[in-house]
C-alpha cells in the first residue's frame, strides 16, 4: 500500500502509482473531505477536456491552412477555394470540420457551387412552381 507523509506545511505528495491510478495531471483540483475517520481524495474535474490528437509539423503546416480556407469559405464560398485531402485530414482529425461532411470542403464541391452561383447571376436557372411544371420541361427536347 503506498504511503504519503504529510509535511509542516500540510502538504502530501501523492504516490505516483495513485497519481496515474487517477489519471491526474499538475494543477487538477482535489476535493479532501473526512468521512468515518478517514481523509477522502476526490478529483474534481471543472471542465471536460477533448483529448487532443497529435499531429505531425507538415499536419500542423495542412492545418494552419486550413483554417485559413475555411474561414474564406464561411465569409464568402464564392471567392474562395476549396481545401486539398491533406487540409481536409488534418481539419477533420482535430474536429475543426464533421468527418462526415468532408465533401462540402474540398475543391470539387467548391467549385460546383461557384458554378451554381454564376449560373443563378446570369439567369441560366429555371424556376417551377409546381412539380408537373419541372416534369414537362425535363420531357421536352433540349
Not at 37 to 59: D, F, H, N
Not at 106 to 128: N, Y
Amino acid at each position: 500500500m503506498p504511503l504519503a507523509k504529510i509535511s509542516t506545511k500540510h502538504q502530501i505528495t501523492i504516490p505516483k502509482k495513485v497519481f496515474n491510478d487517477l489519471d491526474l495531471a499538475v494543477g487538477d483540483l482535489l476535493e479532501v473531505t473526512a468521512e468515518n475517520g478517514k481523509g477522502l481524495i476526490v478529483p474534481q474535474r471543472v471542465m471536460a477536456t477533448a483529448a487532443v490528437p497529435k499531429l505531425s509539423a507538415a499536419e500542423q503546416k495542412a492545418l494552419k491552412s486550413a483554417r485559413k480556407k475555411i474561414d474564406a469559405i464561411n465569409k464568402n464560398h464564392l471567392k474562395s477555394r476549396g481545401l486539398t485531402k491533406t487540409e481536409i485530414k488534418a481539419a477533420a482529425k482535430v474536429g475543426l470540420i464533421d468527418p462526415d461532411q468532408v465533401w462540402f470542403w474540398t475543391e470539387e464541391w467548391q467549385r460546383g457551387e461557384r458554378e451554381a452561383a454564376a449560373d443563378i447571376k446570369a439567369g441560366r436557372v429555371k424556376k417551377f412552381d409546381t412539380l408537373d411544371g419541372l416534369l414537362k420541361d425535363l420531357k421536352q427536347p433540349a
